[in-house]
């Protein structure tokens, strides 16, 4: 099988649309999240349900050849490395000045381009996430790029990983720190299989555009 080969699937897939893992010392599969661990590796795809199905299935020791353990709540476990390594790099950027928090910043960094991406709190108010939307869909009527929201974290971990209190909002700036973060927010978030934000604000980015069109 190709090294690059899902157990679950059969398909072939680039690195960042897969998870690696290899075999521990106790026999036990482990996540290679960073792809760095040494020893003969398998590949499932980058969610949740392909996961928990290579557990449940036995793919693991299919693939491995071998009697392995899979621990217990095998995709939770793989969920809480890919957070704490997305919480982590958040806490790097914000020493990096890469951050900005609160609604009105948030708001004027997308307006301003300088926004990133954008993270909203699992707290986050329907009113508040609103604006910021709005933001965002105005930046992309006006030339500018698609700036992405992911509703990942809970209030009390944004606050940890960023040194305040009651962060709601935040959002990552542009730059070599920013596109770090990024790099693991989009694992997470396909990992817990998308976003469903952003496919709204791109549909009524969609239906703007042929509201429009219509009109001309």
């Known amino acids: ?18 998870i690696r893992f290899v ?35 036995n793919l693991f020791a299919r693939a491995f050849k071998a009697q ?23 806490g790097l950027a914000r020493k990096a000045g890469a951050i ?22 699992t707290e986050a108010s329907d009113d508040g996430v609103r604006k910021i ?5 105005a930046t992309v009527h006006l030339g500018g ?6 509703k990942l974290f809970s209030e009390a971990e944004l606050s940890l990983a960023l040194g305040g209190t009651n962060v709601i909002h935040a959002a990552v700036l542009a730059g070599d720190a920013g596109r770090a973060v ?14 469903p934000d952003d496919l709204a604000m791109l549909a009524a980015v969609a239906d703007e555009d042929d509201a429009a069109e219509d009109m001309e």
Request: proline share 6%; charged share 25%; aromatic share 4%.
């Open 1 to 18: 099988m190709n090294d690059r080969t899902c157990i679950v699937t059969r398909r072939q897939a680039e690195p960042d649309e897969l």
């Open 23 to 57: 075999v521990g010392p106790d026999s036990a599969v482990v996540p290679d999240i960073k792809r760095n661990l040494p020893g003969r590796g398998c590949w499932v795809t980058a969610d949740r349900l392909h996961v928990d199905k290579a557990a449940a299935k």
């Open 68 to 90: 392995v353990t899979v621990p217990p709540d095998f995709g939770g476990m793989v969920d809480g490395l890919l957070s704490r390594s997305a919480l982590g790099m958040l």
């Open 100 to 121: 900005s928090l609160g609604a009105t910043k948030v708001e004027s960094a997308v307006r301003g381009g300088l926004a990133l991406f954008v993270l909203h709190a």
């Open 133 to 137: 939307s709005q933001a965002r869909r």
């Open 145 to 150: 790029p698609a700036i992405l929201a992911y």
């Open 182 to 195: 990024q790099k693991r927010m989009v694992a997470l978030d396909r990992y817990r299989g998308g976003s």
